[in-house]
């Protein structure tokens, strides 16, 4: 990822403008997003919702792969050195994030394209009909179907945690630089997907259950961000420079409105009357947490690329 220059003498900045760029955000996003439709497709795996055949499980692994693939071209786009990009297959360093988060990446595959192989589209099996065998095979193997849901729900929670752990070790950014960045990923990626699955699942007690699973995401992502900010707050003076950043500086307006009220408030309140049997289900809020969840990403970002030691003497 490409360092960003600043302006020391201005740190009054248009939020919008200094930013990465929209690749390392939608990378982040979709990267969350996947991760937890592999959680709750690895979840309906072990709890044998598979049995129903218009389980959410036969059509997630598809978008997963897609959105996923979307994600990792992402990455790639924002790469300063993108013919050397394979290098990060040749070692492994346990110390390096990036050499983790390719690695995952790479594991994350196999498993969604054997869930897949479940129950893959028709047009798959038209072109590829030798995989009726291996369908054959894994359905035949409730074991199996069980260690493959087990396999989504560890390599999707891997993949939700290195979104966030990825920020939270660079430590010239103070923002970013919180043990607790990694929760907030990983349950904003729950809760999106939970809140995407919710929209597309056919199955009536499914829609029922994500979202009733969403507003408990929803409450414990901002039960996080309480104590992300908190935990900012009562820190170094540069920590606490930056989380003005989003409390009373240029990033307050997008972060409190757009993630925090439209994002996780607004919705939660109209799902709760949902599952309460007050009001119809509506795609409405699920589209507010997902638009939500990527906001959160690119206010991360953006004031994280801010909130580095240098600025913190200009304030």
Same mark, same amino acid.
């Given at each position: 990822?490409? !360092? ?18 929209? !690749? ?14 592999? *959680?709750?497709?690895?979840?309906? #795996? ?32 924002? $790469? !300063? ?15 390096? /994030? ?9 594991? @994350?595959?196999?498993? &969604?394209?054997?869930? #897949? ?11 590829? /009909? ?7 095979? *894994? ?5 199996? &179907?069980?260690?493959?849901? &087990? ?15 990825? #920020? ?9 630089? =919180?043990?607790?960045?990694? @929760? ?21 007690? !499914? ?16 039960? %996080?961000?309480?104590?992300? $900010? %908190? ?6 003076? %540069?920590? *606490?420079?930056?989380?003005? $950043? ?12 757009? @993630? ?18 007050? &009001?119809?289900? =509506? ?7 997902? %638009? ?6 690119? @206010? ?16």
């Amino acid at each position: 990822m490409q !360092e960003l220059t600043t302006t020391r003498h201005n740190p009054q900045i248009d939020p919008f403008t200094h930013v990465w760029g929209w !690749e390392i955000p939608v990378y982040l996003f979709l990267g969350g997003l996947v991760a937890g439709m592999m *959680i709750i497709s690895g979840y309906f #795996l072990f709890s044998k919702r598979y049995k129903e055949n218009n389980c959410a499980c036969y059509t997630l692994p598809i978008i997963s792969l897609i959105l996923l693939s979307l994600g990792m071209f992402s990455l790639f786009l924002d $790469l !300063e050195h993108k013919l050397f990009v394979w290098r990060l297959y040749t070692t492994f360093k346990i110390a390096s /994030p990036m050499s983790w988060g390719a690695w995952i990446l790479i594991l @994350v595959y196999p498993i &969604i394209i054997t869930n #897949l192989l479940m129950g893959p589209p028709a047009y798959i099996v038209n072109r590829f /009909p030798q995989l009726n065998k291996i369908t054959t095979y *894994i359905n035949t193997r409730p074991r199996l &179907i069980q260690n493959i849901g &087990i396999g989504n729900m560890l390599l999707g929670g891997m993949l939700g945690v290195y979104t966030g752990v990825l #920020l939270s070790t660079m430590g010239s950014r103070p923002l970013w630089n =919180t043990s607790i960045l990694w @929760v907030l990923f990983l349950v904003s990626g729950l809760s999106t997907a939970a809140a995407f699955v919710h929209m597309i699942a056919k199955n009536i007690s !499914e829609r029922e259950l994500l979202a009733k699973a969403d507003n408990g995401f929803l409450i414990i992502e901002l039960f %996080v961000i309480v104590l992300m $900010l %908190v935990g900012l707050a009562t820190s170094s003076q %540069v920590q *606490i420079q930056a989380v003005q $950043l989003l409390v009373g500086g240029p990033y307050t307006a997008p972060f409190w409105v757009f @993630v925090v009220g439209m994002g996780i408030i607004i919705p939660l309140i109209i799902q709760l009357l949902a599952v309460n049997h007050k &009001i119809k289900h =509506t795609p409405i809020a699920p589209i507010m947490v997902i %638009v939500g969840g990527l906001i959160l990403r690119f @206010v991360i970002v953006a004031a994280g690329q801010f909130s580095h030691y240098i600025n913190a003497h200009f304030h």
